[in-house]
């Protein structure tokens, strides 16, 4: 039994722009005039092979054109056209919403694709906020495979920052990634800000003092680098510099080992102190070894005190001691003389 092609001439098809086929509008038009019929009947009326009719007549159902009795023998009953064509159309705007959203996300997609893109070749971009700012710090020094390099000096967001161990930090160096810092005279003297440093070189870390920094930054590798642009009022969300691979982000490198040879060196783990250069350890009794690396940190008797909980007075009168013993007339001379010296507990009175 062949297939007998559906009428195609022009207006035969009230069905074709809500989604019903050609075959199905033939077979429902069929059933209008025919209702009841069986799969049989319809087959036979129509010239369909059944396995094909079946399919059509399933189709009609879901679009909601047809139902069938409950008889063994099915019957099948056409819906009123009226009624059929406002289901259909109700489908018809629920297709085209979705599709309506589907294109909208489509297009989120591809812009957020494109802005991406945009970013990721961008040089230079300025990130905004306090948070976002800590979170692009912390991105940019665990991204960080060989080196990063620091300026730190105040201000700081909080206090936090100096009381609280850089996780990111301690991780990093135990991956072996080199960690140099150059901190300015002032974060040494803020509360904790020696102890703070004191805890990052027994970390591993490479540290060095200046008596002024001319801004913060952060460098990782030869990749990226954090400048916050506010160093007068952080907390009212300058922005942050934030340079990619280019001329910028060399020169600021440059910057850095320009003031990196320049700066002093700290050694502030046990049983170092601090040495303009690659000076021998000093072997110094107990209330001489915190001393001597403040001293040569370039810091005054009062913020010394501070840092290691004395008095003023007490700083003093072990400085007095110890240009007397060392038999310096300056605390210059005093420092030098104390970095080219081994002091043994003999040699001190």
Same mark, same amino acid.
């Given at each position: 039994m062949g297939e007998a092609a559906p009428n195609s001439g022009a207006?035969? %098809?009230a069905l074709e722009h809500l989604g019903v086929a050609a075959i199905e509008e033939h077979?429902?038009?069929?059933l209008l005039t025919h209702?009841? *019929?069986?799969?049989a009947q319809l087959a036979a009326l129509l010239d369909l092979p059944k396995r094909r009719l079946q399919t059509v007549l399933r189709n009609l159902e879901r679009h909601g054109l047809?139902? %069938? *009795?409950p008889e063994r023998v099915r019957r099948y009953l056409p819906s009123p056209p009226t009624v059929a064509v406002d289901a259909l159309i109700a489908q018809w705007q629920e297709r085209m919403l979705q599709t309506r959203l589907a294109a909208a996300q489509l297009e989120d997609r591809l812009r957020g694709t494109v802005e991406s893109d945009i970013a990721s070749r961008e040089i230079i971009q300025i990130v905004n906020g306090r948070d976002a700012a800590a979170r692009r710090y912390t991105q940019i020094e665990q991204a960080a495979r060989e080196e990063v390099l620091v300026f730190d000096r105040p201000p700081y967001y909080t206090t936090n920052q100096i009381d609280a161990i850089n996780e990111t930090e301690r991780d990093s160096l135990a991956r072996g990634v080199r960690w140099r810092a150059v901190y300015s005279q002032e974060s040494l003297t803020l509360p904790g800000g020696y102890d703070h440093v004191s805890r990052s070189v027994d970390m591993g870390e490479q540290a060095r003092v200046m008596a002024e920094l001319p801004l913060k930054l952060t460098i990782a590798d030869r990749n990226v680098a954090a400048v916050p642009l506010d160093l007068v009022n952080p907390n009212l969300g300058g922005g942050t510099l934030i340079v990619r691979t280019s001329s910028l982000l060399d020169a600021l490198r440059a910057l850095f080992e320009f003031v990196w040879e320049r700066a002093s060196p700290l050694r502030l783990s046990s049983g170092e102190a601090v040495a303009a250069g690659d000076l021998p350890t000093l072997n110094a009794p107990q209330d001489w070894q915190p001393l001597l690396p403040l001293l040569a940190a370039g810091l005054k008797d009062e913020s010394i005190a501070r840092q290691l909980g004395i008095a003023t007075r007490t700083v003093e009168r072990r400085m007095q001691d110890l240009m007397r013993d060392l038999d310096a007339t300056t605390r210059f001379q005093a420092g030098w003389l104390a970095a080219q010296r081994e002091l043994r507990s003999s040699d001190v009175r």
């Amino acid at each position: 039994m062949g297939e007998a092609a559906p009428n195609s001439g022009a207006g035969d %098809r009230a069905l074709e722009h809500l989604g019903v086929a050609a075959i199905e509008e033939h077979v429902y038009v069929a059933l209008l005039t025919h209702p009841g *019929s069986t799969l049989a009947q319809l087959a036979a009326l129509l010239d369909l092979p059944k396995r094909r009719l079946q399919t059509v007549l399933r189709n009609l159902e879901r679009h909601g054109l047809v139902s %069938r *009795s409950p008889e063994r023998v099915r019957r099948y009953l056409p819906s009123p056209p009226t009624v059929a064509v406002d289901a259909l159309i109700a489908q018809w705007q629920e297709r085209m919403l979705q599709t309506r959203l589907a294109a909208a996300q489509l297009e989120d997609r591809l812009r957020g694709t494109v802005e991406s893109d945009i970013a990721s070749r961008e040089i230079i971009q300025i990130v905004n906020g306090r948070d976002a700012a800590a979170r692009r710090y912390t991105q940019i020094e665990q991204a960080a495979r060989e080196e990063v390099l620091v300026f730190d000096r105040p201000p700081y967001y909080t206090t936090n920052q100096i009381d609280a161990i850089n996780e990111t930090e301690r991780d990093s160096l135990a991956r072996g990634v080199r960690w140099r810092a150059v901190y300015s005279q002032e974060s040494l003297t803020l509360p904790g800000g020696y102890d703070h440093v004191s805890r990052s070189v027994d970390m591993g870390e490479q540290a060095r003092v200046m008596a002024e920094l001319p801004l913060k930054l952060t460098i990782a590798d030869r990749n990226v680098a954090a400048v916050p642009l506010d160093l007068v009022n952080p907390n009212l969300g300058g922005g942050t510099l934030i340079v990619r691979t280019s001329s910028l982000l060399d020169a600021l490198r440059a910057l850095f080992e320009f003031v990196w040879e320049r700066a002093s060196p700290l050694r502030l783990s046990s049983g170092e102190a601090v040495a303009a250069g690659d000076l021998p350890t000093l072997n110094a009794p107990q209330d001489w070894q915190p001393l001597l690396p403040l001293l040569a940190a370039g810091l005054k008797d009062e913020s010394i005190a501070r840092q290691l909980g004395i008095a003023t007075r007490t700083v003093e009168r072990r400085m007095q001691d110890l240009m007397r013993d060392l038999d310096a007339t300056t605390r210059f001379q005093a420092g030098w003389l104390a970095a080219q010296r081994e002091l043994r507990s003999s040699d001190v009175r």
